[in-house]
């Protein structure tokens, strides 16, 4: 029988790198375990998502959350590295509650628009016109600064969502 040099297991044959701390057999030859600073089943049990995915950052996946919103919001509490992360989890459910209310806001003002319409005859629709184009532009710039935020790697809360979103990620 023969043992590894470097942690004392048992060598198994005909491999050239030791199973469990990969050390080398042959001389000159650079071990694994020293190429890699981390092994995949020491990251993956403790959980450390910011070394997983290829150096995916919470940070970055809770910028990244709001990109798609409902969508991606669902997604990163689905992924494995992530849904443990308490961070990434409140940005992305604040992400799905933000995309629910500005649908639900822009439900609203549509039919409040379409009303002033009908109610008016089309008159005073012109000035409906750029009130819209303000409101998309501030639901835009606000969809930008909660990813910004979430970059920085800040948790800042919604006024009224922030707080559901943090109950969710705490649970």
């Keep these: 029988m023969r043992f590894c040099a470097n942690c004392g297991a048992l060598w198994q044959e005909p491999g050239e790198f030791c199973l469990k701390c990969g050390a080398s057999r042959l001389p000159g030859v650079v071990a694994a375990a020293n190429v890699v600073e981390t092994s995949f089943a020491e990251t993956l049990s403790t959980g450390n998502a910011a070394t997983l995915n290829n150096g995916l950052k919470p940070n970055i996946g809770g910028a990244l959350?709001?990109?798609?919103?409902?969508?991606?919001?669902?997604?990163?509490?689905?992924?494995?590295?992530?849904?443990?992360?308490?961070?990434?989890?409140?940005?992305?459910w604040q992400s799905i509650f933000f995309t629910m209310a500005w649908i639900g806001l822009t439900i609203a003002w549509t039919v409040f628009t379409e009303i002033f319409e009908a109610v008016t005859g089309g008159f005073l629709l012109m000035l409906l016109i750029p009130i819209d184009c303000v409101l998309t532009l501030a639901g835009i710039g606000y969809w930008v600064f909660l990813m910004y935020r979430a970059y920085q790697g800040k948790q800042y809360k919604i006024?009224?969502?922030g707080k559901l979103a943090e109950q969710r990620a705490n649970k």
């Design 159 to 161: 006024p009224l969502l």
């Design 65 to 92: 959350s709001y990109l798609f919103g409902v969508v991606s919001g669902i997604a990163f509490l689905l992924l494995e590295p992530f849904r443990s992360d308490r961070f990434v989890k409140f940005h992305a």
